[in-house]
């Protein structure tokens, strides 16, 4: 929200980027604030909008890499995916990177099938978005290229593919050398806050797309099936279907290139990230499913679409517990019980000052830093605002606090969030 925010330039969102992910969706957020109010309820529309969007897709995907039954049956599949309505609600930049995944593997096949210069023109459209919307669209390009290069080697393709194929894979290269100097930048990171995962993460990584055991049961059981019919047919005819090829190395790829990174460099793989990973995932799900009868089909969908449900409802508590910290909470206690002059500190501000900004308070709050570096001579009170590791009040500051002449009046504890408020006494204590 506040590399959106529509009171600041385009230089400036562009800027902010810089110390973030690539500008895509800032720049559609930003725009969508130039004309919607700049709030939560109306971030999440667009979340919500995008989310919807990347549902679509899915049922074109589908659509294309069998026919429209398996389009339904993916659409579905991702309408009650816990992750896709998780960040369907969220307002980041997860959602844009699954809808333009989705596309860009759903033209990179019309490519492959048709070679019409359309496909390669959207092609290149959506790969370019899912570069410039998260730094794991370099994954996605990769591994596109590798399986560009397997599709020479292995099947039989035309002069016409070829050309069109590097000309749109050189247009995209282009497209993103504004954004290459940040890209070194980056890759120069040897800490990271992401941890190494374990040795099981593609278990968990499953388990967290839908958060259902019984979904994660069937979806797993279709996908290996899937797993199973494919490896027969290679048996015995020694091939398998340029799509089929395609999706099975797009989840390889995208899964150990990232993987292989974490292990030689610094770690990067981290579940949202392989949103990259789950249309085509989801896909071949749905290809397993389809070697059902009809019937057996539906009955399974309907049973995962309600404990997807339930789970989402009643285990989760998806809409009835708190899941965020409160900064919110934070900033509407320091508005309503705070006075002019009072100065907020926060070890991250950026969060107070959003909130501030849209519930129309002038209080804006500084850094720990530059509350170090400020006197507090002529400052009558303090608001101590945190969350996430919450820590009422570093000792050194609640030492420094009192030498001032502050004590603790207040302490409010919010959801993995706290505020304290100090005021100053008649004199300072020695």
Same mark, same amino acid.
């Given at each position: 929200? &506040?590399?959106?925010?529509?009171?600041?330039?385009?230089?400036?969102?562009?800027?902010?980027?810089?110390? %973030?992910? !690539?500008?895509?969706?800032?720049?559609?957020?930003? #725009?969508?604030?130039?004309?919607? !109010?700049?709030?939560?309820?109306?971030?999440?529309?667009?979340?919500?909008?995008v989310?919807?969007?990347?549902?679509?897709?899915?049922y074109?995907?589908?659509?294309?890499?069998?026919?429209?039954r398996?389009?339904?049956?993916?659409a579905t599949?991702?309408?009650?995916?816990?992750?896709h309505?998780?960040?369907?609600?969220? =307002?980041?930049?997860?959602?844009?990177?699954?809808?333009?995944? #989705?596309?860009?593997?759903f033209?990179?096949?019309?490519?492959?099938?048709?070679? #019409?210069?359309?496909?390669?023109?959207?092609?290149g459209?959506?790969t370019?978005?899912?570069?410039?919307?998260?730094?794991?669209?370099?994954?996605?390009f990769?591994?596109q290229?590798?399986?560009f290069?397997?599709?020479?080697?292995?099947?039989?393709?035309?002069?016409r *593919?070829?050309?069109?194929?590097?000309?749109?894979a050189?247009?995209v290269? $282009?497209?993103?050398?504004?954004? $290459? !100097?940040?890209?070194?930048s980056?890759? /120069?990171?040897k800490?990271?806050?992401?941890?190494?995962?374990?040795?099981?993460?593609p278990?968990?990584?499953?388990?967290?797309?839908?958060? %259902?055991? =019984?979904?994660? +049961?069937?979806?797993?059981?279709?996908l290996?099936?899937?797993?199973?019919?494919?490896?027969? /047919?290679?048996?015995?005819?020694?091939?398998?279907?340029?799509?089929?090829? +395609?999706?099975?190395?797009?989840?390889?790829?995208? $899964?150990?290139?990232?993987?292989?990174?974490?292990?030689?460099?610094?770690?990067?793989?981290? $579940?949202r990230?392989?949103?990259?990973?789950?249309?085509?995932?989801?896909?071949?799900?749905?290809?397993?499913?389809?070697?059902? &009868?009809?019937?057996? /089909?539906?009955?399974?969908?309907?049973?995962?679409?309600?404990?997807?449900?339930?789970?989402?409802?009643?285990?989760?508590?998806?809409?009835?517990? +708190?899941?965020?910290?409160?900064?919110?909470?934070?900033?509407?206690k320091?508005i309503?019980?705070?006075r002019p002059?009072?100065?907020v500190?926060?070890?991250?501000?950026?969060?107070?000052n959003?909130?501030?900004?849209?519930?129309?308070?002038?209080?804006?709050?500084?850094?720990?830093?530059?509350f170090?570096?400020?006197?507090?001579?002529?400052?009558?009170a303090i608001?101590?605002?945190d969350? *996430?590791?919450?820590?009422?009040? !570093?000792?050194?500051?609640?030492?420094?606090?009192?030498?001032e002449?502050?004590?603790?009046?207040?302490?409010? &504890?919010?959801?993995?969030a706290n505020?304290s408020?100090?005021?100053?006494?008649?004199?300072?204590?020695?």
């Amino acid at each position: 929200m &506040n590399g959106s925010d529509p009171d600041q330039t385009w230089a400036w969102v562009v800027e902010y980027c810089h110390y %973030d992910q !690539p500008p895509a969706y800032f720049f559609m957020m930003h #725009a969508w604030f130039k004309v919607f !109010p700049f709030n939560d309820i109306s971030g999440r529309v667009a979340a919500t909008l995008v989310g919807l969007a990347g549902i679509v897709a899915m049922y074109f995907f589908g659509k294309e890499v069998k026919d429209a039954r398996t389009g339904l049956i993916a659409a579905t599949i991702t309408t009650f995916s816990y992750i896709h309505i998780l960040f369907s609600q969220e =307002v980041r930049f997860y959602t844009l990177l699954f809808l333009a995944s #989705a596309l860009s593997y759903f033209f990179f096949i019309r490519a492959v099938k048709y070679k #019409a210069l359309r496909d390669f023109i959207f092609y290149g459209i959506s790969t370019s978005i899912a570069l410039y919307t998260h730094y794991f669209g370099l994954v996605l390009f990769a591994s596109q290229g590798l399986i560009f290069c397997l599709l020479l080697i292995f099947y039989p393709f035309e002069r016409r *593919f070829l050309i069109l194929s590097v000309a749109t894979a050189m247009i995209v290269a $282009v497209s993103i050398i504004p954004w $290459v !100097p940040v890209f070194f930048s980056d890759i /120069q990171i040897k800490e990271f806050w992401i941890q190494m995962e374990p040795f099981y993460f593609p278990i968990k990584y499953f388990y967290v797309y839908f958060k %259902d055991v =019984v979904s994660c +049961i069937v979806f797993g059981s279709a996908l290996i099936y899937y797993a199973f019919r494919t490896y027969k /047919q290679y048996v015995t005819s020694h091939s398998i279907s340029q799509v089929e090829f +395609i999706l099975i190395a797009s989840v390889l790829f995208s $899964v150990l290139i990232p993987l292989a990174y974490s292990l030689l460099r610094t770690p990067m793989l981290q $579940v949202r990230y392989t949103l990259i990973t789950l249309p085509a995932l989801i896909l071949m799900i749905s290809l397993g499913l389809m070697y059902l &009868n009809a019937r057996y /089909q539906v009955i399974l969908i309907a049973i995962t679409c309600c404990t997807s449900f339930f789970s989402l409802v009643v285990v989760e508590e998806y809409y009835s517990s +708190i899941r965020k910290e409160d900064w919110r909470g934070i900033v509407t206690k320091v508005i309503e019980e705070g006075r002019p002059g009072d100065l907020v500190v926060s070890s991250q501000p950026w969060y107070c000052n959003y909130y501030f900004k849209t519930l129309g308070s002038a209080i804006r709050a500084v850094t720990i830093d530059d509350f170090n570096k400020k006197s507090t001579a002529t400052i009558t009170a303090i608001w101590w605002a945190d969350a *996430f590791q919450v820590e009422t009040v !570093p000792a050194n500051v609640a030492e420094r606090l009192r030498a001032e002449g502050f004590e603790q009046k207040k302490n409010y &504890n919010f959801y993995r969030a706290n505020a304290s408020y100090y005021e100053r006494r008649s004199a300072p204590q020695p």
